[in-house]
């Protein structure tokens, strides 16, 4: 995947944090050494994720360089090889399959497939209506319990393609209003 750097007037708005935020922001930046600053990066990434739409935009990669004093493509580097970060809008319900090796064993890609035909998206991809974005991820740290996903700071574990069923009825009904 590529990153454009390329602005034109019908891009996002400069994003900026809020002064309360910003309080935050310096206080991770001054836990590190002088000239160090580039070790806040990824606190300051899952704060610009949250404060600025769930995703990180490439003006909000931008900025978030210039706040630690470093060059954009080391911020483009991390963002784009953690597979926590999201650098296209997801949809409002973000699926993380696990797909190592452990929950590989387990069948962790029948489930990636019943998720793909389920919502007839692929991974990396975001369901027609907006609601669902299926991810793969290295290792979730539930190697017992696979095959499992994370949906934001919730594990679903030993998953079969009912449980999958299930949770995107339950999923679908929580955030359909929101």
């Avoid at 069948?107 to 990396?124: A, C, M, N, P, R």
């Avoid at 934001?152 to 009912?162: N, Q, S, W």
Wanted: hydrophobic fraction near 35%; include cysteine; aromatic fraction near 6%.
């Amino acid at each position: 995947m590529s990153i454009s750097v390329t602005h034109n007037s019908t891009d996002q708005a400069e994003p900026q944090f809020s002064a309360e935020r910003m309080v935050e922001v310096q206080r991770i930046i001054n836990m590190f050494p002088e000239g160090k600053q580039k070790s806040a990066l990824m606190r300051i990434l899952h704060m610009a994720e949250e404060d600025f739409g769930g995703w990180l935009s490439v003006p909000t990669m931008n900025y978030v360089a210039r706040l630690l004093d470093i060059q954009p493509i080391e911020v483009y580097e991390v963002a784009t090889f953690y597979t926590m970060f999201n650098i296209e809008k997801p949809g409002k319900v973000v699926l993380e399959v696990c797909r190592t090796g452990p929950c590989m064993l387990v069948g962790s890609d029948q489930i990636i497939e019943h998720i793909e035909q389920k919502l007839d998206i692929k991974v990396g991809q975001t369901s027609a209506d907006g609601m669902f974005t299926l991810k793969t991820a290295e290792c979730l740290g539930a190697c017992g319990y696979g095959p499992m996903l994370q949906c934001g700071k919730h594990y679903h574990e030993h998953l079969t393609p009912a449980k999958v069923d299930e949770l995107l009825d339950t999923l679908r009904k929580e955030h359909s209003d929101k």
